[in-house]
Structures are given as structure tokens and as C-alpha cells.
């Protein structure tokens, strides 16, 4: 009694012939095989199955190298078509490519970004075309409609884009169309030549020492946990993404240190903070009181430091906590702005104290460059004028020996 040929994965006995299920893209395809279904011959059509889905995935599969009588291969085949499936693909099809191939090397939540920026600027406009037809023009044009914003077809109101969002709209459609010139080469490169804008500069905007303890205090109304948690983010000045990771296993109770060198971002944990650098902070007396407090209510868990009191889980991202400080805010009668001066706060604190600034940038994960680029205006307070003084001092010298000059010249 012979074996009975069976289904494995993509591949079944059709008559006295062999189907083959796949998709490609977005559409399932069901051709056949002029092969008897026997074991053999559905183990071939199996392996010929691994290879069109390799190719799929590489984008050089052709539907009509592989099955030239398939009967549908009339309407996935363009009019005047060399039939090469590069040459047929859409903006849409190249950029999915470059997202497989880019995932390799790219964190997540810069992924998201990217894709976004692709879908909402440039596919959701040309997806459908093929690349050739988009010119260095529409793309300017393109541009420069965002630069002043618009009304959409379906009558929104969509805001001018700021000079950064504009450069860095650019970068997934630059790397989209690096990607297609390489594997085409007589398309000629529509981003070429279009140059990055300087960007407005923004400098930090802290709270005052008097507008932390308002905030705090109307914080502490609401919840006394999310107001810990701000209160740490003002004093020790880890980025959100770094404050919501932190662990009891890097926090150190005796030295009162804390080794930041993870990160959450878009509900992801990674083993690297935003700089790809760990840091040692050192706990000041508010910071390390915070961390003293939620010893009672988390450490036993033994995992995350700061916990989300409303669902008793991990903060997943920096957004509910938002929800929270804005109230807050509004009722303490502050001027708003957004968490992120929250870590200004605390940067400029240190400044203002008197403390090296190098000390504050390795404190904080910046460079002395950075440190000194944007929070310059801070320096001469947090200094204690000191550096000010000393040039006085040198000056004073300097007049009182004139002053004797002049005075031994003059005989009156």
C-alpha cells in the first residue's frame, strides 16, 4: 500500500498537479506545478516554495520567470514591462524594502519614526508610482508645501513643518532612494542636490527652584508617587527613557550611585541608553530620598524602580506620567513646558551651585561640548562669579600700575 501524498506548508495535491500558495505583495497567489503529487515531488515543489519566499524577501522574485502560463500573470505584469521585478516596483514596495534590510542596524523607535515620516509625507502621495517618475522638482515642491503648510483633501488643517522635522523627513526618503539608485542605476537620484536647513536653535528653558517646589506640591495632590517620580527626574536629571528602565539591581543603597545603562523607549527595553554609553550618577540629598521612599513600594519586586502606581505595572513610556505633570502644572500656576526641562532643571541646578561642569555633563550623559554650547548662560551664576572676580582682580592690578605710571609723568 503506497504512501498518500500529504500538505506541508504552502504546498497541496491539486488533482494530478502540485499548488503553490505564497503572497507577494499584499496578494496571496495559488499557481500549480505540471507535477504528479507524490512524496517527491512535493518535497521539490516544497524547496521551490523556500526559494520564492527568499526571493520575495530579497525583491527579486519575478512571478513570470517562475510560472511564464500562470493565468494571472497578465495583471501583475505592467503594460511595455521588461518583466524584472526591480524595474516594476512601486515607492511604496522599495520602501518596505529598505525597512527589512535597515532593521538590521537601526533601533526601534527610529524605526518607527522613519516609517512614519515615510507613510505621512511621501508614500501616502507617491507609493503607487514608480520611482523614475518622481523628479528632484516634486520632491522640492513636495517641501517646500510642507514648509508652509496646507489644507488636505479631506479639509484638515495640516501645520507648517519646522526647518528639523523638514531635515529629518529627508532622511528615510534619502535612504529609500540610495537603496534604489544602487540596484537601478539609470534612475537619476530626486533627493540629490536638496540640502538640509539650519534648524532654529532651542535652548533649555528650566524650571526656577520656586517653580519645582509648586509643581511638586500640586504633583503630590494628585498622586504622591508621580510626584516622587518628578522630583527625581528634577534632581538626579536621567532622561525619561532612563528613569523609567531603572533598575534596583543598579542602584547602589550604600553609595548612593546609580549605573544608568538601560533604556525604554516605545515599550521596548534595550541594554543602552540613547548614547550608547553607561554612566555613574551620583545621588544628591533629594534625589536619594526619593529613592529611599520607594524602597517601601518597589523594591521588593525587586525589578523596575519606579512603577506606575495606577496599574501597579511598569511605566511603558513617558506619556501617562505627561498627563499628570500638565494638570499639575495648570493648577500650580506655572508657565508650561513640556517634562524634558525637567532634566534642564536639574543640569542647570548643578551649574548654579557651583559645581564642575564637567561634573554636570558626565553626571548627565552630555559632552563638555554640549554642556558648554547650551547651557552657557547659566555658567557665570554657577560659578559664583568666581572666574569673574579673578578677571576683576587681574584688572585692578593692572589699572593701579597705570595709574602710578601716568601719575610719575605727570608733575601736576
Given at each position: 500500500m503506497?504512501?498518500?501524498?500529504?500538505t506541508?506548508?504552502?504546498?497541496?495535491?491539486?488533482?494530478?498537479?502540485?499548488?503553490?500558495?505564497?503572497?507577494?505583495?499584499?496578494?496571496?497567489?495559488?499557481?500549480?506545478?505540471?507535477?504528479?503529487?507524490?512524496?517527491?515531488?512535493?518535497?521539490?515543489?516544497a524547496?521551490?516554495?523556500?526559494?520564492?519566499?527568499?526571493?520575495?524577501?530579497?525583491?527579486?522574485?519575478?512571478?513570470?520567470?517562475?510560472?511564464?502560463?500562470?493565468?494571472?500573470?497578465?495583471?501583475?505584469?505592467?503594460?511595455?514591462?521588461?518583466?524584472s521585478?526591480p524595474?516594476?516596483?512601486?515607492?511604496a514596495?522599495?520602501?518596505?524594502?529598505?525597512?527589512?534590510?535597515?532593521?538590521?542596524?537601526?533601533?526601534?523607535?527610529?524605526?518607527?519614526?522613519y516609517?512614519?515620516?515615510?507613510?505621512s509625507?511621501?508614500?501616502?502621495?507617491?507609493?503607487?508610482?514608480n520611482?523614475?517618475?518622481?523628479?528632484?522638482e516634486?520632491?522640492?515642491?513636495?517641501?517646500?508645501?510642507?514648509?508652509?503648510?496646507?489644507?488636505?483633501?479631506d479639509?484638515?488643517?495640516?501645520?507648517?513643518?519646522s526647518?528639523?522635522?523638514?531635515?529629518?523627513?529627508?532622511?528615510?526618503?534619502?535612504?529609500?532612494?540610495?537603496?534604489?539608485?544602487?540596484?537601478?542605476?539609470?534612475?537619476?537620484?530626486?533627493?540629490?542636490?536638496?540640502?538640509?536647513?539650519?534648524?532654529?536653535?532651542?535652548?533649555?528653558?528650566?524650571f526656577?527652584?520656586?517653580?519645582?517646589?509648586?509643581?511638586?506640591?500640586?504633583?503630590?495632590?494628585?498622586?504622591?508617587?508621580?510626584?516622587?517620580?518628578?522630583?527625581?527626574?528634577?534632581?538626579?536629571?536621567?532622561?525619561?527613557?532612563?528613569?523609567?528602565?531603572?533598575?534596583?539591581?543598579?542602584v547602589?543603597?550604600v553609595?548612593?550611585?546609580?549605573?544608568?545603562?538601560?533604556?525604554?523607549v516605545?515599550?521596548?527595553s534595550?541594554?543602552?541608553?540613547?548614547?550608547?554609553?553607561?554612566?555613574?550618577?551620583?545621588?544628591?540629598?533629594?534625589?536619594?530620598?526619593?529613592?529611599?521612599?520607594?524602597?517601601?513600594?518597589?523594591?521588593?519586586?525587586?525589578?523596575?524602580?519606579?512603577?506606575?502606581?495606577?496599574?501597579?505595572?511598569?511605566?511603558?513610556?513617558?506619556?501617562?506620567?505627561?498627563v499628570?505633570?500638565?494638570?499639575?502644572?495648570?493648577?500650580?500656576?506655572?508657565?508650561?513646558?513640556?517634562?524634558?526641562?525637567?532634566?534642564?532643571?536639574?543640569?542647570?541646578?548643578?551649574?548654579?551651585?557651583?559645581?564642575?561642569p564637567?561634573?554636570?555633563?558626565?553626571?548627565?550623559?552630555?559632552?563638555?561640548?554640549?554642556?558648554?554650547?547650551s547651557?552657557?548662560k547659566w555658567?557665570?551664576k554657577?560659578?559664583?562669579?568666581?572666574?569673574?572676580?579673578?578677571?576683576?582682580?587681574?584688572?585692578?592690578?593692572?589699572?593701579?600700575?597705570?595709574?602710578?605710571?601716568?601719575?610719575?609723568?605727570?608733575?601736576?
Amino acid at each position: 500500500m503506497g504512501r498518500t501524498p500529504t500538505t506541508s506548508g504552502g504546498v497541496t495535491p491539486k488533482n494530478d498537479r502540485i499548488q503553490i500558495r505564497f503572497t507577494w505583495r499584499g496578494k496571496e497567489y495559488r499557481p500549480t506545478l505540471d507535477l504528479k503529487p507524490n512524496a517527491a515531488n512535493l518535497k521539490a515543489a516544497a524547496r521551490l516554495r523556500e526559494q520564492i519566499l527568499d526571493e520575495i524577501k530579497m525583491g527579486t522574485f519575478s512571478l513570470e520567470q517562475h510560472f511564464p502560463e500562470y493565468r494571472f500573470i497578465a495583471t501583475t505584469v505592467p503594460a511595455g514591462a521588461d518583466g524584472s521585478a526591480p524595474h516594476q516596483r512601486t515607492l511604496a514596495e522599495w520602501t518596505d524594502i529598505f525597512f527589512e534590510f535597515k532593521g538590521r542596524s537601526t533601533e526601534h523607535s527610529t524605526m518607527f519614526v522613519y516609517k512614519r515620516h515615510m507613510l505621512s509625507y511621501w508614500t501616502s502621495v507617491w507609493g503607487e508610482l514608480n520611482p523614475k517618475y518622481i523628479t528632484n522638482e516634486m520632491v522640492q515642491m513636495r517641501l517646500a508645501k510642507l514648509a508652509k503648510g496646507f489644507v488636505d483633501k479631506d479639509g484638515k488643517v495640516q501645520r507648517p513643518l519646522s526647518r528639523k522635522t523638514q531635515n529629518n523627513i529627508l532622511i528615510p526618503l534619502r535612504g529609500v532612494f540610495d537603496l534604489i539608485c544602487k540596484n537601478l542605476t539609470t534612475i537619476k537620484n530626486p533627493v540629490a542636490g536638496v540640502e538640509n536647513l539650519k534648524p532654529e536653535m532651542h535652548l533649555p528653558d528650566p524650571f526656577t527652584p520656586q517653580e519645582v517646589e509648586l509643581i511638586l506640591k500640586a504633583l503630590a495632590k494628585r498622586n504622591q508617587e508621580v510626584a516622587d517620580y518628578y522630583e527625581f527626574a528634577m534632581f538626579a536629571g536621567l532622561r525619561d527613557s532612563e528613569q523609567i528602565a531603572l533598575l534596583w539591581d543598579n542602584v547602589d543603597l550604600v553609595e548612593m550611585t546609580l549605573h544608568v545603562c538601560r533604556a525604554k523607549v516605545l515599550g521596548q527595553s534595550k541594554e543602552r541608553t540613547k548614547t550608547h554609553k553607561g554612566r555613574t550618577v551620583e545621588l544628591n540629598a533629594r534625589a536619594a530620598a526619593v529613592i529611599e521612599r520607594q524602597r517601601a513600594r518597589t523594591q521588593l519586586a525587586g525589578n523596575e524602580v519606579f512603577m506606575n502606581p495606577f496599574t501597579g505595572k511598569a511605566w511603558n513610556d513617558d506619556q501617562e506620567q505627561r498627563v499628570e505633570f500638565r494638570a499639575a502644572i495648570r493648577a500650580a500656576g506655572v508657565r508650561y513646558r513640556p517634562p524634558k526641562e525637567c532634566r534642564d532643571t536639574s543640569v542647570t541646578m548643578g551649574l548654579m551651585a557651583g559645581a564642575d561642569p564637567a561634573w554636570v555633563a558626565a553626571q548627565h550623559g552630555h559632552s563638555v561640548i554640549t554642556m558648554l554650547r547650551s547651557y552657557a548662560k547659566w555658567l557665570p551664576k554657577g560659578d559664583g562669579n568666581r572666574n569673574l572676580n579673578k578677571v576683576n582682580m587681574a584688572l585692578g592690578g593692572s589699572i593701579s600700575a597705570l595709574e602710578k605710571s601716568i601719575s610719575a609723568l605727570d608733575p601736576h
